[in-house]
């Protein structure tokens, strides 16, 4: 395992390696330590009789089996984590006395758990939906918890209805149908019930909902919260994650057939990507507000509806989190990780956003039944670095032995010990923000505008993103069964654009919009992928190869890829070696029965003197996909002559090497450019 520090271990690394146990070359033993001579066949009264009950070594192997899933999360459940570490760029203490934030030098561990939303444990990574990003932070303080989407906004504003959302989205609950899919009556029917859920609608009918990577989608903590100062003087802050490779995204089609060929297509990503040293890295970035500016943005900043737009308010970008280190044990790490917003340390704090509030509870709440009891602290991934003192001593599963007979506060018998720590020896002490009302159940009139960001997000996205849109629109409406919830929701995007309901409306059997229309003009950039970070690293190419190709000049080519960050994959028509001229030799990674063009970002065909029928159709069939897809395609030597005879010499994002010296440079290029949306399909 690619251990991404070359054996210097960080403070959470050292205290995960005192629970680690390798067994390999070790006795088979009982859970009580007792070696076991046999280990096939369960002990019986002769050769063909009965299995017998004192067979406790049957009895502990299969109740431990019978009792080996725990509950999935309530949603989140389909996730992938890894392990890392995060570096500030600049002293924040002018904000915040948050210690990880003071100190440049000091690298502070870090989990990190990426998620769908909607879909059960087993569901594909790659279909529609928001996905979790969840940060533990292992600071000197005590863990700090970032628990955000690739989404800066969410569907509802109060949390006592997130049971109501997450009942409309999961399955319909007649029929558990249809898996990790917001396509059907229910959800939509709650969209057009609940009118909140306009702006986070967009965002999940939008590229950002299928992105191409874990390691290619940005991070929002979405709520408004506060860092506090040495001092005591608070800023309202947003925070961000933003990815080193850019946010890119698939095409829906290529999305859809993926989470049937490689349904574990964005783990496999980041596994690879880490094991072979291309560790992601993401930027840390605040949205600092001054106190005073509370209502300067237009909206209200505790509606977690609302974005920040970055032009307003610019993104300040404080340090790096690079995820190093894949997790040993998927259900000791991952599976029993558990993130909670509660989880603060001095110098950050909440703000009155009724979400964020609610999410308070439930965080905590939930882990009780996933993780079976009070002391889900004390398993390994969930330890802080810094040792915990409290009078908290049972529940299931207590692993702590605490000694000594006081177990109370205040107390003299242990010199009135632990003792809570004052604000200058690091106690927490909450932000003491002035609050007063009527006790109300009741929405705050400055939540009231559903629509006017939704627009802002509308107005931001180019024409093919718009068109991504429109058609993710008419896709899960062209689903849903009652002709009322369909109409309901084109009369509700009216308010967006009369475009986009207009668009879609077509497509879907309803009438067009009336009225609506939308007198928002303003857009925010920063909103749109086209404005991202372009670059080559880590993209992976498809090299279609048959024997008798040109060896020096294919060597030549790929060793010029890998220079500039591609990951080339032979495909060829047997596994195992290729042979090329001037003795060059490749081994075969794939043929096209073990691999289909989505699960690359481009393509480079150079073929060979030895092509058969067979191999030129399915070579038709996969650049066929990729063209269909919009990715960079590339050819050399016999590879030229095959694209003209089937048509795409010429075409946008297709490059032809003619000459060999400049064409990996100029394929670089448009791999760079992740699609080529220009590019007429028929
Ligand atoms: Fe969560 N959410 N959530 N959520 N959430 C959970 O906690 C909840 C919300 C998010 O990788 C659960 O441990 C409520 C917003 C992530 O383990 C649960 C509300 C955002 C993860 C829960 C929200 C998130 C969760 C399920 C409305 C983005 C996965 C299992 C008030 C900022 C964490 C668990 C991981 C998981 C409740 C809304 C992100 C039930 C009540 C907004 C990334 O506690």
Redesign the pocket.
């Known amino acids: 395992m690619n251990d991404g520090r070359n054996g210097n271990k960080n403070s959470k690394e050292k205290q995960l390696d005192a629970f680690k146990v390798d067994d390999k070359g070790k006795k088979l033993t009982t859970n009580q330590g007792l070696k076991v001579s046999e280990d096939e066949f369960s002990l019986k009264a002769g050769d063909r009789g009965p299995t017998l009950m004192e067979d406790f070594h049957f009895r502990e192997k299969l109740t431990h089996f019978d009792h080996e899933r725990i509950p999935e ?4 459940a389909r ?1 992938f ?1 890894v392990h890392g570490e995060f570096q500030l760029y600049e002293n924040m203490s002018k904000y915040t006395r948050a210690k990880f934030l003071q100190d440049t030098s000091v690298k502070t561990p870090v989990f990190v ?1 990426f ?1 769908t ?1 909607n879909g059960s444990r087993g569901s594909a990574d790659t279909v529609r939906d928001a996905r ?3 940060t533990k932070f292992y600071t000197e303080e005590g863990n700090y918890d970032l ?3 690739n989404i800066p906004v ?1 569907f ?1 504003q109060d ?1 006592i209805k ?1 049971p109501d959302v997450v009942h409309a989205f999961k399955p319909e609950p007649d029929n558990d149908i249809p898996q990790a899919s917001t396509a059907h009556d229910t959800f939509w029917d709650f969209v057009a019930n609940n009118q909140e859920s306009a702006h986070m609608i967009m965002w999940i009918m939008s590229d950002r909902a299928i992105p191409r990577s874990f390691r290619m989608m940005e991070g ?4 408004t919260f506060r860092f506090v100062n040495e001092q005591g003087k608070a800023h309202f802050v947003k925070f961000h994650w933003k990815p080193m490779l850019g946010t890119h995204s698939f095409v829906w089609d290529e999305a859809h057939e993926l989470a049937g060929i490689d349904p574990d297509f964005h783990r496999n990503d980041l596994w690879n990507a880490i094991e072979n040293g291309h560790y992601p890295e993401f930027e840390l970035g605040v949205q600092i507000l001054n106190e005073e500016d509370e209502f300067k943005l237009g909206i209200d900043i505790l509606d ?1 509806t609302k974005l920040w737009p970055e032009e307003d308010i610019p993104v300040q970008i404080i340090g790096k989190m690079t995820l190093n280190r894949n997790v040993d044990n998927f259900h000791a790490e991952t599976e029993q ?4 917003l509660g989880n603060v340390v001095p110098g950050i704090d909440f703000t009155n956003d009724p ?2 509030q ?2 308070l ?3 905590l ?3 009780l039944i ?1 993780l079976g009891g009070p002391n889900f602290h004390e398993i390994p991934i969930n330890r802080p670095v810094v040792p915990f003192h409290n009078n908290q001593r049972e529940g299931y599963h207590r692993q702590t032995i605490n000694v000594g007979k006081v177990n109370y506060h205040r107390n003299s018998l242990a010199g009135n010990t632990p003792a809570p720590a004052s604000e200058e020896e690091g106690g927490y002490v909450s932000y003491q923000e002035k609050v007063e009302g009527r006790k109300i159940r009741a929405r705050s009139k400055s939540f009231t505008d559903h629509f006017s960001q939704a627009t802002l997000f509308w107005n931001s996205m180019s024409p093919t993103e718009k068109k991504h849109i429109i058609n993710a629109f008419s896709f899960e409406l062209g689903k849903v069964k009652s002709m009322s919830v369909r109409q309901q929701i084109v009369d509700m995007y009216a308010n967006v654009s009369l475009d986009l309901a207009r668009a879609f409306s077509k497509k879907i059997g309803a009438a067009p919009p009336k009225t609506g229309g939308s007198n928002v003009t303003k857009a925010s950039p920063a909103l749109s992928q086209e404005n991202t970070i372009f670059t080559p690293s880590t993209r992976k190419v498809a090299v279609i190869l048959t024997n008798g190709f040109n060896g020096p000049e294919v060597k030549y080519v790929l060793e010029r890829f890998q220079a500039s960050g591609l990951m080339p994959e032979i495909i060829s028509e047997n596994q195992g070696e290729v042979k090329g001229r001037n003795g060059v030799t490749f081994n075969v990674k794939h043929t096209f029965l073990t691999a289909k063009s989505v699960q690359f970002d481009a393509v480079y065909i150079v073929n060979g003197s030895n092509t058969s029928k067979k191999f030129n159709k399915d070579a038709v069939y996969f650049i066929d996909e990729a063209f269909s897809h919009y990715k960079p395609i590339g050819a050399t030597h016999e590879g030229i002559q095959f694209l003209t005879i089937n048509g795409y010499d010429g075409k946008q994002g297709v490059v032809t090497g003619y000459d060999i010296r400049s064409f990996p440079d100029e394929f670089v290029k448009a791999v760079s450019l992740h699609r080529h949306w220009d590019r007429k399909i028929i």
């Open positions: 999360r309530v949603v989140h996730g984590a758990r998620s939303v979790g990003f969840a628990v955000g989407n969410f509802i949390a997130f929002f903590g979405v709520h977690a990780a558990a993130f909670h979400l964020l609610g999410r509870f439930s965080y709440d939930t882990q996933r």
